[in-house]
């Protein structure tokens, strides 16, 4: 066991919680000491719903261990049943209480509950966060889906219907679930396609019955729904779209798979957003061959891979995901493109991977966004785990061609951003962008500002039209880690995406040499080095 100060994933139970947050008129009885009953803080403040999660737990203390612990979670399920009458439980222990091993579902069954009662293996020390997700919403499919439900005929008294699907996969605290379901909805529509239901986020166990009268599923997260998709296609011969419709092309050839299942012809005339523009304009051109860092879960780390280099033109420099379930398809997307594959939930191991590869741009979690922030990187966040700044209050997916245009803007606006403060930190000694010379936009008519040290500037009053003299400041000789004033005002003007690279190899030279100070001329020295 490691200590750390963040993580990618919680233990199994969080991803129950993520699963019965985003139902309806399902409850989770959870058997828990005091100390683990946080899911308020996940949901309400991170995600900001509305109500709280239906998590009942029975926080035993640490002296009720050597009384029967058994009879609190009775107790509490008890009591939850009676307050919240949901249609299901679902029912298990945490990480510290399946150490005691009191057996939830056999209590439960024991009880005479009004309700199917739903139990959940999580194996808290070997699994984690969206295994148990996975696993719960496995569960409940394969326990409250009615196995004599049948798709409506083909043909009725109005005609023929319309083909039906099923999106799953979706969860309180997922990145952008709740776009996402809405775009495909509306894509789905536009092709003739309606939905049967969405689960696991917005369903209720009346619902889930309710699975097998679909045509056919619509896995949008794999993470999630793969496990319940394969058992419903055992179960109902339903067949499962597979292809995850982020970027343009993956877009397209979802488009392509849903209406072979369906039997539909692909429409010519979907309006396919902006992104395949953007990608062909004059605009995009100078970002051209950029180098990115990829991490996040397998799933949208792929995906990212993919619309990084085959849709915006960026080199893949590192590729990498946190949930190992999904190992292989980010091990074979990192050989595709030429890179070592960093399978992980080490965010100590992901930073030093990210300096290593010196990119342009880091596409990540909230993790590599802190860490993106430390290394002085751009940043766009593709993957739970996410913080609150995540879930924006406007229409944002991630998936569909709307969701095109989306990644198109949060992952070339960094780069844009970066140019721009580029730009102005090299014209920053400019008189024009001096601090003395006041605000350009006013003319000669403002007064120019002191200076930092909040004497005097040193020059007269601006002139409209005429240049203003800043007065010359005097040699530094201060040295830091090595370096003189001089030589660590010279490297501040390097592009700070390349800046550490250009550090080290500067620190790597004068090492070599027995080079002690290193000035400005070293710098210099070291740059056409490494140029030959």
């Known amino acids: 066991m490691q200590l750390t100060v963040w993580t990618y994933e919680g233990p199994p139970h969080v991803g129950a919680m993520r699963v019965a947050t985003g139902m309806r008129d399902l409850h989770y009885v959870l058997h828990a000491p005091q100390g683990d009953t946080y899911a308020d803080l996940l949901f309400t403040m991170i995600e900001?719903?509305?109500h709280r999660p239906p998590v009942t737990y029975t926080t035993f203390q640490a002296r009720d261990l050597g009384k029967d612990t058994a009879e609190l979670f009775k107790t509490a399920a008890r009591d939850a049943y009676e307050r919240f009458k949901p249609q299901a439980m679902i029912v298990g222990s945490s990480c510290t209480a399946e150490l005691i091993q009191d057996d939830p579902h056999g209590l439960s069954l024991t009880m005479g509950l009004g309700c199917p009662v739903i139990?959940?293996?999580?194996?808290?020390?070997s699994r984690k966060e969206n295994w148990g997700a996975s696993e719960t919403f496995y569960q409940i499919v394969r326990t409250l889906a009615d196995k004599a439900s049948t798709p409506l005929p083909a043909v009725g008294e109005h005609g023929p219907r319309r083909p039906r699907a099923n999106l799953l996969g979706p969860t309180a605290l997922g990145f952008r679930h709740r776009d996402d379901v809405a775009e495909i909805t509306r894509l789905l529509a536009d092709l003739g396609v309606d939905v049967n239901l969405v689960a696991p986020m917005g369903s209720s166990p009346a619902d889930i019955a309710r699975l097998g009268e679909a045509d056919f599923n619509i896995c949008l997260y794999p993470e999630i729904a793969a496990q319940a998709c394969s058992w419903l296609e055992r179960t109902f011969r339903q067949k499962t779209v597979k292809t995850v419709p982020i970027g343009l092309l993956a877009t397209r050839e979802f488009v392509a798979e849903v209406c072979a299942v369906a039997g539909l012809p692909v429409p010519a005339d979907l309006d396919q957003g902006r992104m395949g523009w953007w990608s062909r304009s004059i605009d995009s051109t100078y970002l051209t061959g950029k180098r990115v860092f990829i991490f996040g879960d397998g799933t949208h780390a792929v995906a990212a891979a993919r619309v990084a280099t085959e849709e915006l033109g960026f080199k893949v420099v590192g590729l990498g995901c946190y949930n190992r379930e999904f190992a292989r398809e980010v091990r074979a997307a990192?050989?595709?493109?030429?890179?070592?594959?960093?399978?992980?939930?080490?965010?100590?191991?992901?930073?030093?991977?990210?300096?290593a590869a010196a990119p342009e741009l880091v596409l990540g979690t909230q993790m590599e966004r802190h860490i993106a922030?430390?290394?002085?990187?751009?940043?766009?966040?593709?993957?739970?785990?996410?913080?609150?700044q995540d879930f924006p209050?406007?229409?944002?997916?991630?998936?569909?061609f709307e969701g095109a245009n989306v990644l198109f803007d949060t992952w070339v606006h960094p780069l844009v951003m970066g140019l721009e403060e580029h730009l102005l930190t090299m014209f920053r000694d400019d008189f024009e962008f001096s601090d003395a010379a006041g605000p350009s936009h006013l003319g000669g008519h403002a007064s120019p500002l002191p200076s930092p040290s909040g004497e005097g500037s040193g020059v007269g009053p601006a002139v409209q039209g005429a240049p203003v003299a800043v007065a010359e400041a005097p040699a530094v000789t201060t040295e830091e880690g090595g370096w003189t004033a001089e030589a660590l005002a010279e490297l501040g003007k390097i592009p700070f995406f390349?800046?550490?690279?250009?550090?080290?190899?500067?620190?790597?030279?004068?090492?070599?040499?027995?080079v002690t100070t290193i000035t400005r001329e070293t710098l210099y020295e070291a740059k056409s080095h490494y140029a030959r």
């Open 48 to 50: 900001r719903r509305d």
């Open 119 to 125: 139990p959940l293996e999580l194996p808290s020390y």
């Open 334 to 355: 990192a050989e595709k493109y030429g890179v070592e594959p960093l399978i992980s939930d080490d965010y100590l191991a992901v930073e030093e991977a990210i300096e």
């Open 373 to 388: 922030k430390r290394l002085r990187l751009p940043c766009a966040v593709i993957s739970a785990p996410v913080h609150v």
């Open 393 to 400: 209050a406007r229409h944002s997916p991630q998936m569909g």
């Open 498 to 514: 390349v800046r550490g690279k250009a550090r080290r190899n500067t620190e790597k030279y004068a090492a070599e040499h027995g």
